[in-house]
């Protein structure tokens, strides 16, 4: 029988689970094209920036599909030739496909703020969170008279989070360093409020939540540019010895490159997920009404497999019902705020909850025995 062949673009969340969904139907030959040659598990990599980078975070994507009939490719995909169903990469090397899923997800964007690429550090790769680790480290640990203003900008459930856990870190290697360091760690957030997003409510939240780890917060502060030694807000400049840029995301030029139609910033899609003819746009790329979350990705990437299994068996496909994420923002050691639709909680409980959404997830993306060796590994600096 001859297969179908699938050609994935993008090992992150949605790429990794329809791969996974789909590896045991040998009516698909799946090709797995991704940029990172390892699954990145966003949500507790900036534990990488504090110390704990572990296999949760990283996972190399051979361990995921090596015993599989999934084929991994490591390389960047930069043309398409829809009327010829090709795609290609650097280095000329070339896919044919008879369906083609693209789930290229985000990258940084500074807004062309000037510095902020030269100067700032990151949270999204394995190298962002090692070379923060490893300036914050030396930040401590050095001899020299230094300053300890740590800025992070963008009052997201990303920067929160960060944010919540840095007192934590910073504490804890001046301990083992034996050395008394006199620190502060600023949130800054455009907007009025933290958590912009949420309820107002939620914001109040977490704010004191952040007061009470020592976190300061600056709401209304416009980031204007950034030097060596400095971060423009506002137009002043604030001494600064570290900043971490959280604060804004763009979709891959890849798309407006090859001629997509783009909605709301976003790849416009029809109900089926389809930009095109055969070609699925999935995860942060898909103009879907959830899109930017980690849930919405594996959940579209479920959506398309099962629709790709109908598809072969000649049925009708199912239409796209978008589904409203769980969202839980841990802030410091045992404690999380939890937004469902309008249902919020605090405390201890949202944190073990987000503990068993991570297992899951996991459970979800891996095959069973990897799944469990991931799970064990998670090392969480700052819990
Ligand atoms: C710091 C951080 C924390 C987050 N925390 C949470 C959270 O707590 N909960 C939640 O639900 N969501 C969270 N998110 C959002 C979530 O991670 C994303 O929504 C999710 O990763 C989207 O999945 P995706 O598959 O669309 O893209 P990604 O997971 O980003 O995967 C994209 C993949 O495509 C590859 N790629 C890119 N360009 C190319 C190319 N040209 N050729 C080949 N490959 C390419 C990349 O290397 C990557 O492997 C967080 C995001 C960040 C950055």
Redesign the pocket.
Known sequence: MKKAKLVI?????????LAHDLSDDERFAITL????D???Y??S??HGALGGLSRESIIPLQDIFGDTRVTVVH????KLDKKSKKIF?RNNQSFEYDYLVL?????TNYFGIEGLDKYSYG??SREEVKELNAHIKEKITSREKQEHNYLIVGGG??GV?LAGAMPGYIRHLSEQTGKKVDFSVTLVEAAGRVMPRSSKAMSRSVKRRLKNLGVKVMVNAHVQGEDASHLTINGQNIVSSCVVW?AG?AI?T?YSENNFEMHNRRVAVNAYLEADDDIYV????ADTPY???????MH??KFVGQNLVRKIEDKDPRSYKAQK?I???PVGPRWAALQYGKVEMYGILPWFL?HAATTRAHIELEPILQAARTITSGVRAGD
């Open positions: 673009v993008g090992g992150g969340f949605a790429g990794v689970k094209i991704s940029s990172r390892y699954f990145c966003y949500p990599l900036y390389n960047r995909v930069t990469c789930a290229l997800g985000v990258s949270i999204k459930p990303s989070e959280t995301m891959s890849f999935l995860g942060d790329n899109s930017g979350m980690a849930q919405t990705a579209d990437a994420p969202c839980v923002t987000r």
